[in-house]
Structures are given as structure tokens and as C-alpha cells.
T-cell receptor, first 114, second 112 residues
Framework: DTEVTQTPKHLVMGMTNKKSLKCEQH?????MYWYKQKAKKPPELMFVYSYEKLSINESVPSRFSPECPNSSLLNLHLHALQPEDSALYLC?????????????FGPGTRLTVL | DQQVKQNSPSLSVQEGRISILNCDYT??????FLWYKKYPAEGPTFLIS?????DKNEDGRFTVFLNKSAKHLSLHIVPSQPGDSAVYFC???????????FGTGTRLQVFP
């Protein structure tokens, strides 16, 4: 099973809302990632978790708050977002950290901020 | 500053012919390169990779070539099939980092 699942598939939220994106994998991977992808742009790394600890934060605004409750689950909590935060949010996992380890991506959550 | 560039946003190839997708990079610290394929409404899927100690890696219909002096890599698909129609992302990294840098992608369309 090489599946990474993400929920919800689509999310529309207002600038004052609080919402969360969820990512799950059952491959026993110890590294998990959040990426943001704007239209016609490449995926850009936001956060990396290694063994449930945050190892990389790519200077992401604090309105995005990641959480890794256990080795299979990764959340991204959203609060007071801006319309420019509308994008596809991709989750990925890999066996270990180290970008040479193959990353398996979920289908993404398409977020629209009104 | 885009460290990994795919200068062709789209490519159209006839079924059975060769598809060649190109990628250039600027950071000489990159020593590992990957290609991902992305269908609509799906996440990117790993296709093939190459280490900087090699200049070629082959996996079935897919071959990646690396020219370190030119900081250029290419993905060859032979023969191309309609199911190969997707967006292809080149990505680069260094062994001592956790960060993957993606190119802007090339949309490949394989027509009958």
C-alpha cells in the first residue's frame, strides 16, 4: 500500500474561519511533508516532520500551524488565511528524511479562501 | 529565483514516438535528481531518479540522462503512449538536505 490520503478534497473558507487539513499514511514512513502549489507553479515545501518532530519550517506564516499527532497522521491547521493562500495543498511521506528518499504524495486539498 | 527550470511548458508527441522532456538547474550543490508525473486531481507520482555519479538511468520505457557540466537533465519516453499524457515535474536535491526543489512542469500530450 503506497497510498497517502488527504481530506477534504476541496475546502472553501472565509478569512475568519478556522479549519484543518488532514493527511494519513499507513506505510510506516517516518517523514511527512506539507507542500503548497499555486496554479502553473511547482510544489513548494512548507514543513517537514521527521519522527513526529518538526524539522523544517520554510518560513511559513503562523496562520499555518502543522501538527503531527502520531507517525501516521499529519494535520495542517488554518486560521485567518488570506485569499492569496488559495492553492492546492499536498501532503507527502517518505520512509526516512533525506530528500533522496522517494516521496509519496497524496491527491491534495484544493483550498479556496474567500 | 527558480533553481530548477523546465523551459517548455508543453509538449505534444504522436503515439509510438519519443518524448523528450528537458530540465535545467543552477545550483551546483544538487546531486540527486528525480522526475515526477502528475495526472489531474492526483498527487505527483515518482517516476525515475538519477544520482550525480551517473549520467544515465533506465527503467523500462523511461530513461533519464544527466549532463553535469551543462547542469541539464532530460527524460526520454520511448515509445510514448496516450496514458503518458500528464504533467512532468523535474526535481532536484542534495544528499545532505531534506528539501526537494521542483521545476515548473511540462505538460505532455501524446496523441494517437
Amino acid at each position: 500500500d503506497t497510498e497517502v490520503t488527504q481530506t477534504p478534497k476541496h475546502l472553501v473558507m472565509g478569512m475568519t474561519n478556522k479549519k484543518s487539513l488532514k493527511c494519513e499514511q499507513h506505510m510506516g514512513h517516518r517523514a511527512m511533508y506539507w507542500y503548497k502549489q499555486k496554479a502553473k507553479k511547482p510544489p513548494e515545501l512548507m514543513f517537514v516532520y521527521s519522527y513526529e518532530k518538526l524539522s523544517i519550517n520554510e518560513s511559513v506564516p503562523s496562520r499555518f500551524s502543522p501538527e503531527c499527532p502520531n507517525s501516521s497522521l499529519l494535520n495542517l491547521h488554518l486560521h485567518a488565511l488570506q485569499p492569496e493562500d488559495s492553492a492546492l495543498y499536498l501532503c507527502a511521506s517518505s520512509q526516512e528524511t533525506g530528500a533522496t528518499d522517494t516521496q509519496y504524495f497524496g491527491p491534495g486539498t484544493r483550498l479556496t479562501v474567500l | 529565483d527558480q533553481q530548477v527550470k523546465q523551459n517548455s511548458p508543453s509538449l505534444s508527441v504522436q503515439e509510438g514516438r519519443i518524448s523528450i522532456l528537458n530540465c535545467d538547474y543552477t545550483n551546483s550543490m544538487f546531486d540527486y535528481f528525480l522526475w515526477y508525473k502528475k495526472y489531474p486531481a492526483e498527487g505527483p507520482t515518482f517516476l525515475i531518479s538519477i544520482s550525480s555519479i551517473k549520467d544515465k538511468n533506465e527503467d523500462g520505457r523511461f530513461t533519464v540522462f544527466l549532463n553535469k557540466s551543462a547542469k541539464h537533465l532530460s527524460l526520454h519516453i520511448v515509445p510514448s503512449q496516450p496514458g503518458d499524457s500528464a504533467v512532468y515535474f523535474c526535481a532536484a536535491t542534495a544528499y545532505n538536505t531534506d528539501k526537494l526543489i521542483f521545476g515548473t512542469g511540462t505538460r505532455l500530450q501524446v496523441f494517437p
